[in-house]
């Protein structure tokens, strides 16, 4: 399979990108946040491009790795085509500001900006252009995704990525244009667009759909054609709109109305200064100043969440050597499973720095055995945080085992329940002594700490 993605989202500004009417189109009343120019009425007069919209721009396609397109008159062009919630008859759309970059190993094709038409509802036949004109920003990846689950992936990543740049609205909403085609027992098929799909879980629906529906089609000797087809969320399908219109039926052209936009390579450097850390020199970075993996830096990076949560966590508790293993141990090891097996991000999970910085120090001041800090961490994804681990800790009573003689009392039980393994241990084999060990914590329900366990039992077997 070969995928590529447009994905639009949408661009906090306050006003909309060529006129000063308020984007909010959430709240507010229908058709309040409207003027000529975003009615698109004959003779109204864009304003000059939205300018933090374009640095917005400039910032998505720098974080994605694309070359900026400096010195050169970037283009509004009106493309063309009749559709209720369009009333001028034409959306505007820029020429590339960003191009030829990678992200997750996807390539970017351009990053462009773009008007947001309003919304029409088929069903009553009424529009509300208060979202008419509100700025966003178009990503077209090339078609380098080989699997739904790798365009679920990357779509998770970007998200992260916008929520980090923070100026992007409605963290975690976009909308897509999916393009897919398949080379099936030797044919390939034709590319088809899925239009408008407005959440991750959609698109990796329509990919699922469509290679089911691409295949059979060649199983049974016919032709996947080139078409548009619409994702029918309610029942998780496709269907065929129309015959794929080519760029020609867009009739673009340059809009007369709206001066060229040009990125200077100072404007560039100015942007660059503001920008939070891209995620190749959080790694580069996190190698050179905490000294971990390069394997390790990569998995933390590609969650942004996670990369942020480990240097709060190494910075609160002090940065050494120590501090740092247990933080990599914690988060990217123990939390990470956590969340993958709870099928949960980070984001999501509720689960914070500071909730790890308390479990490490638990740990560290030995109220509780590296096995419960593991359930902790589950606990922790299972009550999204809700709970702090000594609240935890506390209620379920999994504090370490501070009573000697009950240890005392698990260790010989496990001695004189399991001869075989102690004749084992006497008899040289060392391994006897984990198994023993492991009944011990099993007896304690964890909550034996190892070190003490091992002197104890080796006092009575070398005995
Ligand atoms: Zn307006
Ligand atoms: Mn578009």
Request: proline letters at 5%.
């Amino acid at each position: 399979m070969k995928c590529g993605l447009e994905i639009h989202v949408q661009i906090d500004t306050k006003s909309k990108l060529f006129c000063n009417c308020s984007t909010n189109y959430l709240d507010a009343e229908p058709n309040t946040n409207v003027c000529p120019v975003c009615l698109g009425l004959p003779g109204a007069k864009p304003l000059p491009p939205n300018k933090k919209a374009v640095e917005v721009s400039i910032m998505v396609a720098k974080m994605l790795g694309c070359k900026i397109v400096v010195d050169k008159d970037i283009y509004f062009q009106r493309k063309h085509y009749d559709y209720p919630d369009l009333p001028s008859g034409y959306q505007r759309t820029s020429t590339p500001i960003g191009i030829d970059g990678e992200f997750m190993g996807i390539g970017i094709h351009e990053v462009h900006l773009e008007e947001d038409p309003g919304q029409y509802n088929p069903s009553f036949g009424i529009v509300d252009y208060n979202r008419s004109g509100t700025p966003l920003i178009e990503i077209v990846t090339k078609p380098d995704i080989k699997s739904p689950e790798e365009a679920r992936e990357f779509l998770k990543q970007l998200m992260t990525l916008f929520r980090y740049l923070g100026c992007l609205r409605g963290e975690g909403t976009m909308r897509a244009d999916v393009n897919i085609s398949i080379e099936y027992m030797g044919v390939q098929g034709n590319r088809v667009e899925v239009k408008n799909v407005n959440s991750i879980k959609g698109v990796y629906k329509v990919l699922k759909y469509e290679l089911i529906r691409q295949k059979n089609i060649i199983k049974r000797g016919g032709e996947v054609k080139r078409e548009t087809r619409a994702f029918l969320e309610s029942q998780m399908i496709t269907k065929a709109m129309r015959s794929k219109e080519t760029a020609e039926d867009y009739r673009y052209i340059p809009d007369p109305d709206i001066q060229p936009i040009v990125i200077s390579e100072k404007w560039v450097k100015e942007i660059e200064e503001k920008m939070p850390e891209t995620p190749l020199a959080k790694r580069k970075r996190f190698v050179e100043e905490y000294g971990i993996d390069e394997e390790d830096a990569k998995v933390l990076v590609s969650d942004l969440d996670m990369a942020e949560m480990f240097e709060n966590v190494v910075k609160s508790l002090g940065v050494s050597k120590e501090n740092v293993d247990l933080a990599v141990t914690w988060i990217r090891n123990e939390l990470r499973r956590s969340l993958q097996y709870h099928k949960v991000d980070l984001y999501e999970s509720g689960v914070k720095a500071e909730h790890i910085v308390e479990l490490i120090k638990l740990i560290k001041d030995g109220v509780i055995s590296q096995k419960i800090a593991k359930e902790i961490v589950d606990l922790l994804v299972i009550n999204r945080g809700k709970k702090t681990p000594k609240e935890i800790v506390e209620e379920l009573g999994l504090t370490v085992i501070k009573d000697e003689n009950a240890l005392v009392k698990a260790v010989e039980e496990a001695i004189k329940n399991n001869p075989k393994a102690v004749e084992d241990y006497l008899s040289g084999k060392k391994e006897a002594l984990n198994f023993l060990m492991g009944q011990v914590m099993r007896l304690t329900r964890g909550r034996a700490e190892p070190k003490r366990v091992i002197e104890l039992l080796k006092e009575r077997l070398d005995k």
